[in-house]
């Protein structure tokens, strides 16, 4: 009869956990699990801490989508900020790619992907209606559309553009200073700021 071993499974389960994270396989997660475990039990304690308190404490912005401990995020709720423009990016990180810049003063929408058939995701999954409803608060004057220039960030641009044409409002794209096939937040600073101001 075969036993089992309660510690190796939990092992397992850590290094599946890190397997999960993006651009990490199999090697790098063993890894990672065995310097935790091995090396900096302290950093793997912390880690565990961070993790069950962000899980905890981080939701979404309610006009945004970006992430945020409370009802609303810093950029929503600073009346600094130009009410008038909207960008729509696809990512948290997309957006903080851009505030890095330094150049653009007004709101967002955060989608938290793109549209990506092969994996059956729509515009709706993407909460398109809950986009449609904040570019219409009687504020927007400009939607920019800085999605990255990969094959599902194009769709992603099209079928947005589309949309909100048709409800009158003024669509931009960022300007092609950045390369076709690129993620923004990849990007070097200078070239999105660029591709920003040239928005077409």
């Given amino acids: ?6 510690s190796q499974t939990r092992l397992e389960g850590l290094i599946e956990a890190l397997r999960r994270l993006p651009g990490v396989g199999i ?3 063993q890894r990672m699990a065995f310097h935790l475990l091995q090396h900096d039990r302290d950093a793997a304690d912390q880690l565990a801490r961070a993790l069950d308190g962000a899980l905890a404490a981080v939701g979404h912005c309610a006009r945004c989508h970006t992430f945020t401990e409370n009802p609303l995020c810093d950029i929503c709720a600073d009346d600094e900020r130009d009410a008038q423009q909207l960008c729509v990016v696809e990512s948290p990180a997309d957006q903080a790619a851009l505030e890095r810049t330094g150049s653009y003063r007004g709101l967002y929408y955060v989608l ?3 549209i990506s058939p092969l994996d059956g995701v729509g ?4 909460g398109a209606g809950q986009l449609m409803d904040r570019a219409l608060d009687g504020r927007v004057q400009e939607v920019i559309l800085a999605v990255s220039f990969t094959a599902e960030g194009e769709a992603t641009a099209h079928v947005l553009a589309e949309a909100l044409k048709a409800r009158g409002l003024r669509v931009t ?9 690129s993620e923004l937040e990849y990007v070097d600073l200078s070239t999105i700021a660029h591709a920003l101001v040239d928005r077409r």
Avoid at 123 to 126: G, N, Q, R, T
Avoid at 173 to 181: E, K, T
């Fill in 173 to 181: 794209r960022l300007a092609r200073g950045v390369p076709a096939g």
């Fill in 112 to 114: 938290m992907g793109r």
């Fill in 1 to 6: 009869m075969s036993t089992s071993h309660p």
């Fill in 27 to 29: 090697k790098s997660a």
């Fill in 123 to 126: 515009a709706s999954d993407l």
